[in-house]
């Protein structure tokens, strides 16, 4: 099989300056908590995307997605979101750069959280940018199984361009500029997880994550005799963005209720359940006393359930991943499997980002005792379920499972049994 950069020579003709190679990721616990200010546990994974990028001199960005055999064209000078999905993470993370001097940040969409301490300000000096560029991008991420290839996507290129261009961003500038590039280009609000999981990545390590401060700390993943295994769904909802938007609404909403009675909470970080029932559950049941008949009511309580859900969830989390990396640290992965059970419940049932089939997934492995933990991973309405079990045991689990997956929902069950690798890097 030709190499990436035999294959770049073949489409331009001319050598490429740099190849890079970003991996997907997985999410040990801390799902949709990124967002809120929590804790997230990722490490990146050996299933990655690699580009070959080279410069140019007419103006242009010259696109080649070798595994779809699709080309595309544009005018660097000019950037818009585009139709093509995958041309959004390469122009994305362009727009993010090429605007000279911009400012990233990870704030809630529109609240005053303002987080000054991760704002970054990028001025790109070296006008060569505006001469365009080649690229050859290919992968072996499972496409919408909720392992962030257009992350991936997004930091190859990113890291690439600072290479190509010697931008002196640092690898947290990349993951918020990518991440910018995500709200702008492809239209989902997500938060810096994937993004981040991807550039800093570590051969055995998990990273905590603090989404607030921003600061993480890598964790040896000593499994010994148990492997993470992914049994996707192959169910990609078309929902899932704007599903994914939603909540973040409905938490920002939960959040500045709690806030209007107690005023010194800042973010999901701060609030105790104690507070959500307080704030929240009240709530319902005083639209418990509405009128039944009127639909309007009924909508308004409605989502003051949802809200109260959401928050819930996103408080219990928060607390549950600091708990679950006390019991990484002292090697109690039975404890920490049962967390992720525990976190899927959540997800599914109060945060309702699960499905039928990942909820199906799970449930079918919940009471094998060479299962230490299976969840839902990622944004969800779909994707992966992550598990942690007995090396011995897998192979067997796996040929069950997707047997029931088969006759049950008539879908084949795709199986992954990932090994944790390095962040984005340059390929010699
Ligand atoms: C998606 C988003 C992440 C994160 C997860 C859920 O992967 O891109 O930012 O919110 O969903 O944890």
């Known amino acids: 099989m030709l190499t990436i950069r035999s294959q770049f020579t073949n489409h331009f003709n001319y050598n490429a300056a740099l190849v890079v190679k ?102 790109v000096n070296d006008t060569n940018l505006s001469g365009g560029f080649s690229i050859c991008i290919q992968g072996n991420i499972p496409l919408g199984a909720g392992l962030s290839s257009s992350a991936a996507v997004e930091c190859a290129v990113l890291f690439a361009l600072n290479e190509l261009y010697n931008l002196s961003l640092t690898k947290m500038q990349m993951a918020l500029m990518a991440q910018n590039a995500e709200h702008k280009f492809a239209g989902v609000n997500c938060g810096l997880m994937d993004m981040f999981a991807s550039l800093h990545g570590q051969k055995n390590k998990a990273i905590l994550l603090d989404c607030d401060s921003l600061a993480f700390t890598y964790y040896p993943l000593a499994l010994n005799d148990y492997s993470i295994v992914l049994f996707d769904t192959q169910i990609k909802h078309a929902l899932a963005s704007s599903e994914y938007n939603t909540r973040r609404l409905e938490c920002e909403q939960g959040l500045k209720i709690i806030q209007e009675k107690y005023p010194t909470v800042k973010t999901f970080r701060d609030i105790s359940l104690e507070q959500v029932e307080d704030c929240l559950a009240s709530s319902i049941n005083s639209t418990n006393e509405m009128k039944e008949d009127k639909l309007q009511d009924k909508t308004t309580k409605d989502n003051t359930i949802k809200v109260y859900q959401r928050c819930k969830y996103v408080v219990e989390e928060i607390k549950r991943v600091q708990l679950a990396v006390q019991d990484l640290a002292t090697g109690d992965m039975q404890a920490f499997g049962k967390k992720m059970f525990e976190t899927h419940k959540g997800l599914s049932k109060l945060y309702e980002v699960s499905c039928h089939e990942l909820d199906f997934l799970v449930e079918a492995v919940s009471n094998n005792e060479n299962v230490l933990g299976a969840r839902m991973m990622g944004g969800g309405f779909g994707g992966c379920t992550i598990n942690i079990i007995k090396k011995t045991a897998v192979e067997e689990i796996a040929k069950e499972l997707a ?10 069950l795709a199986i992954y049994i990932t090994s944790i690798e390095d962040g984005t890097h340059l390929v010699a």
Do not use: C
């Open 22 to 123: 970003s991996p997907g990721r997985i999410n040990l616990i801390g799902e949709h908590i990124d967002y809120n200010h929590g804790f997230v546990l990722p490490a990146a994974i050996d299933n990655f995307i690699e580009v070959a990028i080279g410069k140019r001199s007419d103006g242009v960005i010259h696109m080649v997605a070798l595994d779809l055999g699709e080309t595309i064209i544009l005018p660097i000078d000019n950037l818009r979101p585009h139709a093509t999905a995958w041309v959004n993470y390469i122009i994305g993370v362009v727009d993010q750069v090429f605007n000279k001097s911009h400012s990233a940040n990870n704030n809630f969409i529109g609240t005053q959280n303002t987080l000054t301490n991760t704002e970054i300000t990028i001025a």
């Open 403 to 412: 047997a029931t997956y088969k006759k049950q929902m008539h879908i084949e």
